[in-house]
Nanobody, 117 residues
Framework: QVRLVESGGGLVQAEGSLRLSCAAS????????MDWYRQAPGKEREWVAS???????NYADSVKGRFTIVRDNAENTVYLQMNSLKPEDTAVYYC???????????WGQGTQVTVSS
């Protein structure tokens, strides 16, 4: 059973930092690309960052230079380090993976990040 569990969200002031974690189980983690998405109130879910199975990374323009995605294959965990947070970063953050063998995307339950001005 594939399971993704996010943690690390919370309330932070603008220009502060948070580190989100996504612990994966039920997959061969080192073979899977991992993604972070976010959904702000009243908006569509949007892609934030990705790390490939070999550790290459990509970022949405809105977070480039402020957020860093890192994977730890020994811990089956992917992190999102968020620095210089802005009120517009307020959203529920989700991690996602695609399991090719099952032909499905899997999502975590999300973790709330609130940035106050």
């Amino acid at each position: 059973q594939v399971r993704l569990v996010e943690s690390g969200g919370g309330l932070v002031q603008a220009e502060g930092s948070l580190r989100l974690s996504c612990a994966a189980s039920g997959i061969i983690f080192r073979f899977n690309a991992m993604d972070w998405y976010r959904q702000a109130p009243g908006k569509e879910r949007e892609w934030v960052a990705s790390t490939s199975s070999v550790g290459s990374t990509n970022y949405a323009d809105s977070v480039k230079g402020r957020f860093t995605i890192v994977r730890d294959n020994a811990e089956n965990t992917v992190y999102l380090q968020m620095n210089s947070l802005k009120p517009e970063d307020t959203a529920v953050y989700y991690c996602k993976t695609h399991v090719r063998a099952l032909g499905s995307d899997y999502w975590g339950q999300g973790t709330q990040v609130t940035v106050s001005s």
